[in-house]
DNA sequence: GCGACGTTTGCAACCTGTTTGCAAACGACT
DNA sequence: AGTCGTTTGCAAACAGGTTGCAAACGTCGC
């Protein structure tokens, strides 16, 4: 592969800091560390908000193929190293799991504008927990998104008062 | 349009009960009261769980092509007739709305055999608005669906006690 | 009833996000 | 260095959904 990791960058990467948990779940799952997957990843640990595939490709620039995104992404979210999100538009999105946290949350969404906000709030366990109980479901889960419109965009569309 | 209710059918459909909300609200939007229009909303209404426009085609028969589906249930949506729900498997569902009901709801999905359960609980209103007005925002709404294995799917995998 | 006019339909082509088959390239281990 | 299973790029395939267009239809005024 053409790694710019290997011309551009500190050429002992792969001796480098990130392989301390990477390099561990990489081989429980008998995977290997190559350049697309660290490339991924930084780019995830570099960015706040959720990104779709396009956009990590993007920011890949022309590093890896795109449907070696999709499958790396599917891969580390199978590991747990990666979250997928759905905000409803069809586009997929992810998100880096931070290390040993379970870092489970929501996410507010400005239906102008796109921005992101993470949100703490969650829905109530014990509501979830007795509605599982109720209807026999166990291993329950849930998926919880906020929408509405943000403050700079309710400003843009405010009518200018005279 | 090659519409079977005039056959096989009441050849008197278009005058009968649904006429009163739906023509109302039709004409509100000066739209029509076509044929797949109160064939669609005929096949929402026999069923109880929200459908795919596939399946909502498949219902119907050779009635009318998916594309119109597709449509309809756009300008159904738009005019407040039937709710569209996004279950994350990258294809849109929809039900009816119930005639004079906000009817806000939610799902609990199992993700073994796709049963769906229809849920009164809802995320807390004052947490929500707490929230919205925090982070600056304005109509704010919510998705919320949950995910589970069902009864049955349970037994089923259930290994055999001798 | 009948015609005019805007709406809706079927059809086929298209778009976008995502997946897949395959041969070549690569990473880890001996 | 050699081996073997994993990963990659590429191009083609999918799937859900959308769209342009001409023909068919529903509504409304006469």
Redesign the pocket.
Known sequence: ???PCSQHQHPHR?VQQPLTEL?AK??QH????????QAILDVLRRHQNPM???EIHAALGQ??????V???L??LEDMGLVRRFDFGD???RFELVPEGDDGHHHHLICTRCSRIVEIDECFPVEVEQALARRHGFTEITHKLEFFGVCAQCQAKSAPAVP
């Open positions: 592969m053409n790694n792969l390099t990489l081989r008998s995977r290997k560390i190559t350049g697309p997957r779709a595939n396009r590093e890896c193929d795109l449907a070696t999709y499958r790396n599917h891969t069809g586009t997929a």
